[in-house]
């Protein structure tokens, strides 16, 4: 079983509409997610940390349950720019990041 | 240039041949880290560097070689390439602990064995 599951995709949605990826992991002791946003053959960067208790960052909002060890990325009001593959990441001990393959979304006008 | 840098961008060799591709950093950054990306596997680290002179094994490190002689570089070296060696690569730097657990990521060089 992979680390980090995430389903590839990709989305396809409206310009304005509102979507949703979640990403499973399997290692309980995992303490530290991300999500990474990678645009095409680009280098990934950091999107948002993810904590426990939600957060938010403009349109994005990201959740993490520990219980069902899964972390979500929700995105509102989608723009064209945000077109993109979303990398859903963890941390371990080492400060080494564990990489999912990658959640691809298309935004059409 | 202020960054992560990586040369070549694009490189075509031949199996057997030895290749170097480069890192270098201007931040002065702790960690170091080379990672390839393929369709289906995502990034996977191959080796990582904590400091100057100390350096790890990842997730696949077979056939590749690394050093850290200065913080500011890490050098990976496919000793004697293989056509599965056909990849991304991509070098990535970051503070490590404290209050930045960011990975910052160089452009990549798009490396093909033939």
């Known amino acids: 079983r992979k680390e980090v599951e995430q389903d590839p995709g990709p989305f396809n949605v409206p310009e304005g509409a509102t979507v949703a990826f979640n990403c499973t992991y399997s290692?309980?002791?995992?303490?530290?997610f991300f999500w990474y946003r990678q645009d095409c053959r680009k280098e990934p960067k950091l999107l948002m940390s993810v904590y426990s208790s939600g957060n938010e960052d403009g349109r994005f909002t990201a959740q993490l349950n520990r219980a069902s060890q899964y972390i979500s990325l929700l995105i509102r009001d989608s723009k064209l720019s945000d077109s993109a593959t979303y990398l859903c990441?963890?941390?371990?001990?080492?400060?080494?990041?564990?990489f999912g393959s990658g959640t691809r979304l298309l935004v059409r006008p | 240039d202020a960054g992560i840098t990586q040369s070549p961008r694009y490189k075509i060799t031949e199996t057997g041949r030895q290749v170097t591709l480069m890192c270098h950093q201007t931040w002065s950054h702790s960690y170091m880290f080379w990672y390839r990306q393929d369709l289906g596997h995502g990034l996977r680290l191959i080796y990582y560097?904590?400091?100057?002179?100390?350096?790890d094994k990842g997730e696949v490190p077979d056939g590749y070689v690394v050093s850290r002689s200065k913080t500011e570089n890490f050098p990976l070296t496919l000793e004697s390439a293989t056509r599965s060696q056909t990849s991304v690569y991509f070098c990535?730097?970051?503070?490590?602990?404290?209050?930045?657990?960011?990975?910052?990521f160089g452009p990549g060089t798009r490396l093909t064995v033939t």
């Open positions: 290692n309980s002791a995992s303490q530290s």
């Open positions: 990441v963890w941390m371990d001990s080492s400060y080494k990041l564990i």
């Open positions: 560097s904590a400091a100057a002179d100390i350096t």
């Open positions: 990535a730097s970051s503070d490590g602990g404290g209050s930045s657990y960011e990975q910052y």
